[in-house]
């Protein structure tokens, strides 16, 4: 069978039919492929983006309760170490207070000790008085 020929309006050269039509396919061929390709390829890139967002938005997720919770951990140990020092404040004046107490008991016990002491000290010698007093 013979090839049907067509004359190029431009050049006038002559195609054969088939070799133009195959040519015309394989053009629009190729530019339904290439959109085809590009469409896929957005749709995967689309995709790819979601599951990356979602990623990180667990992980941002995460990364935000850590660190909620290591606040509140200082919180709580910022009122532990508040109480600590309270209590502290209220021990060296509970300490304070007893030292001052005791101070207090043993300078009244020692002068009731030496006022006794110089109480019979004076007996003592009173009596030492009387008995040379006595003897003279």
Same mark, same amino acid.
């Given at each position: 069978?013979?090839?049907?020929?067509?004359?190029?309006?431009?050049?006038?050269?002559?195609?054969?039919?088939?070799?133009?039509?195959?040519?015309?396919?394989?053009?629009? !061929?190729?530019?339904?492929?290439? #959109?085809?390709?590009?469409?896929?390829?957005?749709? #995967?890139?689309?995709?790819?983006?979601?599951?990356?967002?979602?990623?990180?938005?667990?992980?941002?997720?995460? !990364?935000? =309760?850590?660190? =909620?919770?290591? #606040?509140?951990? =200082?919180?709580?140990?910022?009122?532990?170490?508040?109480?600590?020092?309270?209590?502290?404040?209220?021990?060296?004046? *509970?300490?304070?207070?007893?030292?001052?107490?005791?101070? =207090?008991?043993?300078?009244?016990?020692?002068?009731?000790?030496?006022?006794?002491?110089?109480?019979?000290?004076?007996?003592?010698?009173?009596?030492?008085?009387?008995? *040379?007093?006595? !003897?003279?």
């Amino acid at each position: 069978m013979p090839d049907t020929h067509i004359k190029c309006p431009s050049c006038g050269h002559e195609i054969p039919i088939s070799e133009a039509l195959s040519a015309q396919i394989r053009s629009e !061929l190729e530019t339904s492929l290439k #959109a085809d390709h590009d469409t896929r390829l957005k749709q #995967a890139i689309a995709e790819a983006e979601c599951r990356s967002r979602a990623s990180l938005d667990i992980e941002l997720a995460d !990364l935000q =309760a850590q660190i =909620a919770e290591k #606040a509140q951990k =200082a919180d709580e140990a910022a009122a532990r170490e508040l109480a600590l020092r309270k209590r502290a404040r209220e021990l060296e004046e *509970q300490y304070s207070q007893q030292a001052d107490r005791i101070r =207090a008991e043993l300078e009244t016990a020692f002068r009731l000790e030496e006022a006794d002491h110089i109480a019979r000290a004076a007996a003592a010698a009173e009596a030492r008085v009387r008995e *040379q007093g006595a !003897l003279e």
